[in-house]
């Protein structure tokens, strides 16, 4: 069955959960107080009103229902929810302090409802994405496609859709151009005859008059046209498209992090993390500091130059785990078994307590929170003869405390240990959340709570 109804899911949504908020909100005032017989005859009426204006409001600023096919799926409308629901509870408790009425407010019920809303509005979104899923899977409330293009490009459109059947995309045909009106007509036959919902036009193979050809058909047909410029070459460099007036400008991120918005959030999170570790963590540092001075002579921290972002030195700081003048005897670390190290450098090793200093090389603006670990000069010079073009990417970001490689592969004191992190460094650039950062940090909270380290 051909989609009769397009735009037809975000409006669903959009009643849905406001149903569920006032539902939410009747919920908890029963629970709270037993009955509904004065609600309407109180303060909490008010709140109702306000709460439903500001709902509307917020998801309009932050567009929580748009979204298309290719976007809607569980993970996004989790993100969405919580953001919106968030902002939400944040302004109402600021307006009722503002206005000096949140005493006059059960706090019980105010977090029942927000408890509830979130438990129905979930249940609601999980049955409707797996209810979608298996819906199109099976045949129905799918939108016909035709491809103009028969080349490689083409194929991977094609094969983007039949990998994924829980889009409801089904394949109609596929045509290459030539310099007769043949295509055209045949193309424009197929539409009527299919009602195509979508034609995609691979540039790469079509001539400026041929694209407008096909658009001049898609205003007759009433189709969409989709233009797909080939972008395989430098998609990895996360090229992003920004508007000067009415143009297009492609722009290729020659290193991770390129944009504003992402070096500021990274920043951000690193300054905050790292504020909040030291402060937290200030007896911590102390008693290591103790134990480090009352097991061993010499001093408590070991600093070391390290390459950190575009091969520049700087100096990274440690809590001492090795005895003095360590560096004589060699740079890489034996493991365990290896002499120079303390009776509480071992059990900082393996806690990973000994990086803690690390954090204030973070707030110098040296290294970063997440990211590839800084190495010595000799390992760089090794790496870049071993590998490049992949390492010289690593070297375009801040070193990081903790990293995807540092936690899969540990200490590097080979050059294949050392290539064996760079690959795994590599998929941290490939994209940046502050979600993925807070998913690193918790792994590695679990190797120092273990021991695992090395």
């Known amino acids: 069955m051909k989609n009769r109804y397009p735009g037809l899911l975000p409006k669903a949504h959009l009643w849905t959960d406001l149903v569920l908020l006032n539902g939410a909100f009747l919920f908890a005032y029963l629970v709270r107080f037993g009955d ?57 408790m600021a307006f009722l302090y503002l206005f000096k009425e949140g005493e006059a407010y059960s706090r019980q019920q105010f977090l029942m409802t927000y408890g509830a809303f979130l438990i129905m509005a979930l249940t609601v979104r999980a049955a409707t994405v797996l209810s979608l899923k298996l819906y199109r899977q099976a045949g129905y409330n799918y939108s016909r496609y035709a491809i103009v293009g028969k080349g490689d490009l083409a194929t991977l459109i094609r094969g983007f859709y039949n ?37 995609y036009c691979c540039l790469s193979e079509m001539s400026d008059e041929q694209v407008r050809g096909v658009i001049k058909l898609g205003e007759r047909q009433k ?107 060699g740079q890489h670390s034996t493991g365990d078994s290896d002499p120079r190290i303390t009776s509480i450098g071992r059990i900082l090793r393996k806690t990973r307590l000994d990086e803690l200093p690390q954090f204030y090389n973070v707030l110098r603006g040296d290294m970063s929170v997440v990211g590839p670990r800084p190495l010595y000069k000799y390992d760089v010079d090794m790496l870049m003869e071993a590998e490049p073009h992949d390492f010289q990417r690593l070297l375009t970001v801040k070193p990081g405390i903790t990293s995807i490689g540092q936690i899969n592969v540990g200490y590097a004191d080979t050059v294949a240990k050392n290539v064996e992190r760079l690959k795994y460094d590599l998929q941290y650039l490939k994209s940046y959340s502050v979600m993925d950062d807070i998913n690193l940090i918790f792994k590695t909270m679990q190797v120092m709570v273990l021991g695992r380290g090395q």
């Open 36 to 92: 509904l017989s004065n609600l309407f005859q109180n303060q909490y009426v008010n709140l109702l009103l306000v709460a439903n204006l500001l709902w509307i409001f917020t998801i309009y600023v932050l567009k929580t229902y748009l979204f298309t096919r290719l976007s809607y799926n569980f993970n996004t409308q989790i993100g969405n929810l919580f953001k919106a629901a968030l902002i939400h509870a944040a302004t109402i």
């Open 223 to 329: 189709t969409q046209i989709r233009l797909v410029p080939d972008f395989r070459g430098f998609m990895t460099n996360m090229a992003t498209i920004e508007y000067h007036d009415m143009y297009p400008i492609i722009q290729v991120n020659t290193k991770p992090f390129s944009s504003i918005n992402e070096q500021t959030l990274k920043r951000s999170f690193d300054l905050i993390f790292s504020s909040v570790v030291m402060l937290l963590g200030a007896p911590i540092f102390l008693s290591v500091m103790a134990a480090v001075k009352l097991t061993s002579k010499g001093p408590v921290f070991y600093r070391q130059r390290r390459c950190g972002q575009w091969g520049e030195m700087f100096e990274i700081y440690k809590f001492r785990s090795m005895c003095v003048n360590a560096d004589k005897m």
């Open 163 to 199: 990998d994924r059947k829980e889009l409801g995309y089904r394949f109609c045909g596929m045509f290459e151009f030539n310099n007769n009106n043949d295509e055209l007509n045949s193309l424009e036959a197929l539409m009527g005859n299919q009602k195509l919902d979508y034609v």
